[in-house]
């Protein structure tokens, strides 16, 4: 494992089990196999939500937790209800990959709740379902940057390990590091389907 995502995700599960649920076909793109059952991911958000309430525990104001849609909302309305601390919630909507299974490699931001709200002073988190190739982050890092928060964080529920983005924020927490695969469910999409899916399933590599 890169020794720049040892720590990113100090406690991150680097599972590859392949679960027992059935496989998925998708027209045209192939078979998909659950990957990590809701079970498992449960288990792993209520330990994010306890190791971001250490993390910010000498804070007295609430946190902004700052949704990426359309992918975080799964995610984050479990990881928003296992953090006891005092939390704020905003989204904003950026989009990359015009829905295939490839980034476009530009960020357009479609929708941002907190364009007329100061974050002067403020301890915001962005929270997104998936870090691939860490642009999205690094382009969203970077926009929250210019209104001055006192701090930065980033949890997302998963993170890809040839991710080589370095992200300058006061917390980075993923949930899980998988390999380079295509994934769907709980929050990630192909085409804006298959988010409901209580898990995640992985493209099989080779059928
Ligand atoms: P990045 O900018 O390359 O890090 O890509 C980030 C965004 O691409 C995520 O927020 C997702 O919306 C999307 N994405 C990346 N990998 C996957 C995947 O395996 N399945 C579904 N969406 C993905
Ligand atoms: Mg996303």
Redesign the pocket.
């Known amino acids: 494992m890169k020794k720049h995502l040892r720590s990113i995700a100090a406690t991150a599960l680097l599972l590859t089990n392949t679960f027992c649920s059935y496989p998925i076909n998708v027209d045209g793109v192939g078979t998909f196999s659950e990957v990590l059952s809701q079970e498992i991911i449960s288990k792993r958000v209520q330990e994010l939500g306890a190791q971001i309430d250490e993390h910010y525990k000498d804070v007295k104001s609430p946190i902004i937790l700052i949704g990426?849609l359309s992918?975080c909302i799964p995610f984050l309305s479990d990881l928003i209800r296992s953090i006891n601390h005092s939390c704020e919630l905003e989204t904003i909507k950026i989009s990359?990959?015009h829905g295939g299974m490839k980034?476009s490699g530009k960020i357009n931001l479609k929708y941002d709740s907190l364009c007329e709200r100061s974050l002067e002073g403020r301890h915001i988190i962005i929270v997104?379902?998936?870090?691939?190739?860490?642009?999205?982050?690094s382009w969203l890092v970077d926009h929250f940057s210019k209104k001055n928060p006192a701090t930065i964080g980033i949890v997302s529920l998963i993170i890809?390990e040839d991710?080589n983005a370095i992200f300058n924020t006061s917390l980075i927490k993923a949930g899980f590091i998988r390999s380079q695969?295509?994934?769907?469910g709980y929050g990630?999409?192909?085409k804006e389907q298959f988010r409901n899916l209580p898990g995640i399933w992985a493209l099989d590599q080779n059928k």
Not at 128 to 137: A, N, V
Not at 181 to 184: K, M, P, S, V
């Open positions: 990426v992918g990359s990959y980034s997104d379902d998936i870090i691939d190739s860490g642009l999205s982050m890809k991710c695969e295509f994934l769907i990630l999409d192909y």
